[in-house]
C-alpha cells in the first residue's frame, strides 16, 4: 500500500482490506501510535465535511502528522489554477492529499500529476473511507465479514459502489433496492460481480426492499439526494418515497440486525427517528471508526512503524 492512491475500494486487494482492518483495530485497541511525525496531509475539499475531515485532521494529529485545509474557495481547483498544477504544487509541499471532488475524473488527473498518494475523501463516483471503516464497525459488531449479508436500501450512489466492491472482496453478501435508474453503475456491478466470484459473495439488485432485507445481518441507507444534487431533492423524494428504512422494514431484517447509515442523515426521509436513533443503530460507532481506519489507512500509505497484527 506504501506510496500508493487510493482513489476507488479497487485500489485494494481482499489482504490489503484484511490488513487495514486489523491494523485499525490494533491502532483503536492499543491507544495512540506516534509514528507519522513530520507529515503532512493536504485536504482539498470541493464540497462540505464534517465527519470526513475532522476524522483525517484527529487521525494524522494522534500520529503525530499535520494537516492543511484547504476549502473549495482557496483553491479554485480547475478555476484559478488547473487541476494537474495544484497536484503538481500540493505535491511539493505535503506527503499526501485526500481530496472530496465532484468527479471521481478531478481524482485521477490528481493522482497522475503527483507522486504522492491521493487519497479519495468522496467523489460522485465512490466513498472508499467510508466503506472500509464500516467494514470495520460490521467486524466489530458481528466478529466476522465473509457470509454476513448487508442490505442497501436507496440510491446506488458513491457510497453503495464503494459498499457493494468491499463486500463483495470479502465475501459479504450484498442486496440492494434501489429505484428502477437509480441502481449503481453497471460497470461496477461488473466489478463487483468479478470480485463475488473469487470471494463467494452472493450479490443481488431489486426494486423490492423487503427482498433486500429479508433476514439481513446489516441494513444500510444513504440521504436520497446527495451533495451535488440539490436541484433534484423534490423529484427524488418523491421517487424514494418507498424506500424508507422504517420499524416495519428492519422487522424483515434479522433479529439482531443492525443499522448503518454514514451520515449526515434526514430522519424521516431515507430513515425514521426511531430506527436511526434506536438500539440497532450503529451510525455513531460507524463516524468514530472513520478515524480509526484511516490512521491504518495513513501509516500504510506513508510507511509508519511495523504495527502488531490481528489476526481475524
Ligand atoms: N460520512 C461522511 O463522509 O461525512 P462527511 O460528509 O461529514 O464527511
Ligand atoms: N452520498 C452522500 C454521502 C455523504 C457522506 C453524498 O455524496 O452527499
Request: hydrophobic residues 40%; glycine residues 8%; negative net charge.
Given at each position: 500500500m506504501e506510496g500508493k492512491d487510493l482513489l476507488s475500494?479497487?485500489?485494494?486487494?481482499?489482504?490489503?482490506?484484511?490488513?487495514?482492518?486489523?491494523?485499525?483495530?490494533?491502532?483503536?485497541?492499543?491507544?495512540?501510535?506516534?509514528?507519522?511525525?513530520?507529515?503532512?496531509?493536504?485536504?482539498?475539499?470541493?464540497?462540505?465535511?464534517?465527519?470526513?475531515?475532522?476524522?483525517?485532521?484527529?487521525?494524522?494529529?494522534?500520529?503525530?502528522?499535520?494537516?492543511?485545509?484547504?476549502?473549495?474557495?482557496?483553491?479554485?481547483?480547475?478555476?484559478?489554477?488547473s487541476v494537474p498544477d495544484v497536484a503538481r504544487v500540493l505535491?511539493?509541499?505535503?506527503?499526501?492529499?485526500?481530496?472530496?471532488?465532484?468527479?471521481?475524473?478531478?481524482?485521477?488527473?490528481?493522482?497522475?500529476?503527483?507522486?504522492?498518494?491521493?487519497?479519495?475523501?468522496?467523489?460522485?463516483?465512490?466513498?472508499?473511507?467510508?466503506?472500509?471503516?464500516?467494514?470495520?464497525?460490521?467486524?466489530?459488531?458481528?466478529?466476522?465479514?465473509?457470509?454476513?449479508?448487508?442490505?442497501?436500501?436507496?440510491?446506488g450512489n458513491n457510497v453503495a459502489h464503494s459498499l457493494l466492491l468491499a463486500a463483495a472482496r470479502t465475501g459479504v453478501n450484498f442486496r440492494i433496492a434501489s429505484p428502477g435508474g437509480y441502481e449503481v453503475q453497471e460497470r461496477i456491478w461488473q466489478l463487483a460481480q468479478n470480485y463475488a466470484a473469487g470471494s463467494g459473495a452472493e450479490i443481488l439488485s431489486t426494486g423490492e426492499p423487503r427482498q433486500a432485507v429479508s433476514g439481513a445481518d446489516v441494513v444500510y441507507t444513504d440521504v436520497w439526494t446527495s451533495m451535488g444534487q440539490e436541484a433534484e431533492a423534490d423529484r427524488r423524494r418523491q421517487i424514494f418515497a418507498g424506500y424508507q428504512v422504517n420499524g416495519e422494514l428492519m422487522a424483515c431484517a434479522r433479529e439482531d440486525a443492525i443499522l448503518m447509515h454514514p451520515l449526515p442523515a434526514h430522519r424521516g426521509e431515507e430513515v425514521t427517528e426511531d430506527v436511526l436513533d434506536g438500539p440497532q443503530s450503529v451510525v455513531f460507532d460507524q463516524a468514530e471508526n472513520r478515524m480509526h481506519l484511516q490512521k491504518a489507512l495513513l501509516v500504510g500509505m506513508l510507511g509508519g512503524l511495523e504495527i502488531p497484527l490481528t489476526k481475524y
Amino acid at each position: 500500500m506504501e506510496g500508493k492512491d487510493l482513489l476507488s475500494v479497487s485500489d485494494l486487494s481482499h489482504e490489503d482490506i484484511q490488513l487495514l482492518i486489523s491494523n485499525a483495530i490494533d491502532m483503536k485497541t492499543a491507544g495512540w501510535v506516534s509514528s507519522l511525525s513530520g507529515k503532512v496531509l493536504a485536504l482539498l475539499f470541493e464540497k462540505p465535511s464534517l465527519r470526513t475531515r475532522m476524522s483525517f485532521e484527529v487521525a494524522m494529529r494522534q500520529l503525530d502528522g499535520h494537516t492543511v485545509y484547504l476549502s473549495p474557495d482557496e483553491v479554485g481547483l480547475g478555476q484559478r489554477e488547473s487541476v494537474p498544477d495544484v497536484a503538481r504544487v500540493l505535491g511539493r509541499y505535503a506527503d499526501a492529499i485526500a481530496a472530496r471532488t465532484f468527479s471521481q475524473e478531478t481524482l485521477e488527473v490528481l493522482a497522475s500529476n503527483t507522486d504522492v498518494p491521493v487519497i479519495n475523501a468522496l467523489s460522485d463516483l465512490e466513498h472508499p473511507c467510508q466503506a472500509l471503516a464500516d467494514l470495520l464497525t460490521i467486524y466489530e459488531k458481528k466478529e466476522e465479514l465473509a457470509g454476513l449479508t448487508l442490505a442497501y436500501v436507496g440510491d446506488g450512489n458513491n457510497v453503495a459502489h464503494s459498499l457493494l466492491l468491499a463486500a463483495a472482496r470479502t465475501g459479504v453478501n450484498f442486496r440492494i433496492a434501489s429505484p428502477g435508474g437509480y441502481e449503481v453503475q453497471e460497470r461496477i456491478w461488473q466489478l463487483a460481480q468479478n470480485y463475488a466470484a473469487g470471494s463467494g459473495a452472493e450479490i443481488l439488485s431489486t426494486g423490492e426492499p423487503r427482498q433486500a432485507v429479508s433476514g439481513a445481518d446489516v441494513v444500510y441507507t444513504d440521504v436520497w439526494t446527495s451533495m451535488g444534487q440539490e436541484a433534484e431533492a423534490d423529484r427524488r423524494r418523491q421517487i424514494f418515497a418507498g424506500y424508507q428504512v422504517n420499524g416495519e422494514l428492519m422487522a424483515c431484517a434479522r433479529e439482531d440486525a443492525i443499522l448503518m447509515h454514514p451520515l449526515p442523515a434526514h430522519r424521516g426521509e431515507e430513515v425514521t427517528e426511531d430506527v436511526l436513533d434506536g438500539p440497532q443503530s450503529v451510525v455513531f460507532d460507524q463516524a468514530e471508526n472513520r478515524m480509526h481506519l484511516q490512521k491504518a489507512l495513513l501509516v500504510g500509505m506513508l510507511g509508519g512503524l511495523e504495527i502488531p497484527l490481528t489476526k481475524y
